[in-house]
């Protein structure tokens, strides 16, 4: 593919993603938690930073991988490095391979560590990349963590998407091994299983972004861009996010478990705590703010989000986000159906 198309791709992926809504139902609606009337703590004494193997998050909640490799994505990055400056979120730019084919690419993703030069950066690649390029990908952001994105059903339904997967594990494995900082390996929105999560840790990866669907759908990004949009039956492939979450709670005592997909609200984010997520990473919700509001309005809706996360851990008379995972939670019908499908203990 030219640089011109990957470009154009890029831009392409932003624009049909900004023009999606989140599912119309949810399974973050599907677990309540108890509500006991009087708490015992203040606002003030809520503690939300959150305590990973490698670094510390002042708050719970990143900025997630999005967008890089065109002129106009370039300006997006820009625009939400200087939230995650001014709110001290950390933050992850979408997949630097355009940047690793093309170095005129390069200031599209580099942007991000110029503007936040002290900030907790992530950079990205995707399973495949070899594990220079992978080590270039750090070096280029001067990065924290790599994510490692996979992505298998986006590329079977994107058209000129890749079809080869068999080395996708050995090739983790190398990247895990060679890379001179954490890597997260990252769904893109559907979801992980009991399974890949264990597979994961016999290489050695200490971090899991699950990101479950319900939030930007990859397949229906690639089916639009499909002559006959004739794969749209792929819609709801895989598993939510608080049913990937389920299916970490065995790993989450060596595994940096973080979750994505589908976050609408400082509630999603709480319950995502809850079941045992480390941090709690948003794309689409910055997104369409920073484009259609600015920056002083994004701004605001983080300093928003965040405080409405502390009045709702002041409600169920917790302190700190290890306090939340041992919150009260009653499951629906549904979400227990899978537990016991799944052999899952919680």
Same mark, same amino acid.
């Given at each position: 593919?030219?640089?011109?198309?990957?470009?154009q791709?890029?831009?392409?992926?932003?624009?049909?993603?900004?023009?999606?809504?989140?599912?119309?139902?949810?399974?973050?609606?599907?677990?309540?938690?108890?509500?006991?009337?009087?708490?015992?703590?203040?606002?003030?004494?809520?503690?939300?930073?959150?305590?990973?193997?490698?670094?510390?998050?002042?708050?719970?909640?990143?900025?997630?991988?999005?967008?890089?490799?065109?002129?106009?994505?370039?300006?997006i990055?820009?625009?939400?490095a200087?939230?995650?400056?001014?709110?001290?979120?950390?933050?992850?730019?979408?997949s630097?391979?355009?940047?690793?084919?093309?170095?005129?690419m390069?200031?599209?993703?580099s942007i991000?560590?110029?503007?936040?030069?002290?900030?907790?950066?992530?950079?990205?690649?995707?399973?495949? &990349?070899?594990v220079?390029?992978?080590? =270039?990908?750090? @070096?280029?952001? $001067?990065?924290q +963590? !790599?994510? /490692?994105?996979?992505?298998?059903?986006?590329?079977? &339904?994107?058209?000129?998407?890749?079809? =080869?997967?068999? @080395?996708?594990? $050995?090739?983790? +494995? !190398?990247? /895990?091994?060679?890379?001179?900082?954490?890597?997260?390996v990252?769904?893109?929105?559907?979801?992980?299983?009991?399974?890949?999560?264990?597979?994961?840790?016999?290489i050695?990866?200490?971090?899991?972004?699950?990101?479950?669907?319900?939030?930007?759908?990859?397949?229906?990004?690639?089916?639009?861009?499909?002559?006959?949009?004739?794969?749209?039956?792929?819609?709801?492939?895989?598993?939510?996010?608080?049913?990937?979450?389920?299916?970490?709670?065995?790993?989450?005592?060596?595994v940096?478990?973080?979750?994505s997909?589908?976050?609408?609200?400082?509630?999603?984010?709480?319950?995502?705590?809850?079941l045992?997520?480390?941090?709690?990473?948003?794309?689409?919700?910055?997104?369409n703010?920073?484009?259609?509001?600015?920056?002083?309005?994004?701004?605001?809706?983080?300093?928003?989000?965040?405080?409405?996360?502390?009045?709702?851990?002041?409600?169920?008379?917790?302190?700190?986000?290890?306090?939340?995972?041992?919150?009260?939670?009653?499951?629906?019908?549904?979400?227990?159906?899978?537990?016991?499908?799944?052999?899952?203990?919680?």
């Amino acid at each position: 593919m030219s640089d011109s198309k990957r470009e154009q791709r890029k831009n392409d992926h932003v624009e049909i993603a900004m023009a999606q809504t989140d599912a119309p139902q949810s399974d973050f609606d599907k677990i309540r938690f108890v509500h006991h009337s009087i708490p015992d703590i203040d606002v003030s004494d809520v503690d939300l930073s959150s305590q990973l193997t490698d670094f510390k998050l002042d708050y719970p909640i990143y900025i997630n991988a999005m967008t890089g490799g065109s002129e106009w994505t370039k300006n997006i990055n820009e625009k939400l490095a200087v939230v995650a400056r001014e709110t001290g979120l950390a933050m992850a730019v979408g997949s630097t391979h355009a940047a690793l084919r093309n170095a005129n690419m390069a200031s599209s993703f580099s942007i991000v560590r110029d503007t936040n030069p002290e900030g907790i950066v992530f950079s990205n690649v995707g399973a495949d &990349v070899p594990v220079d390029k992978a080590e =270039e990908a750090v @070096t280029l952001l $001067d990065a924290q +963590a !790599l994510q /490692v994105h996979v992505n298998s059903p986006q590329e079977l &339904v994107m058209p000129e998407g890749n079809r =080869e997967f068999s @080395t996708w594990m $050995d090739n983790l +494995a !190398l990247i /895990v091994e060679r890379v001179p900082v954490p890597v997260i390996v990252k769904e893109v929105g559907f979801g992980m299983s009991k399974e890949t999560i264990q597979s994961l840790k016999a290489i050695g990866v200490k971090y899991v972004d699950v990101s479950g669907k319900g939030g930007t759908n990859f397949v229906d990004i690639e089916n639009e861009r499909r002559s006959l949009k004739d794969m749209n039956y792929l819609s709801s492939w895989g598993q939510s996010t608080v049913e990937s979450l389920l299916e970490s709670t065995k790993f989450q005592q060596d595994v940096n478990v973080l979750a994505s997909g589908g976050v609408r609200t400082p509630l999603d984010a709480v319950k995502c705590l809850a079941l045992g997520a480390n941090a709690v990473g948003m794309s689409r919700p910055f997104l369409n703010h920073i484009e259609n509001y600015g920056i002083t309005s994004t701004l605001d809706y983080v300093e928003s989000f965040i405080d409405q996360m502390k009045k709702i851990m002041t409600m169920l008379n917790v302190r700190t986000i290890e306090e939340l995972k041992q919150t009260q939670i009653v499951f629906s019908p549904e979400l227990i159906s899978w537990m016991e499908q799944r052999g899952l203990t919680i």
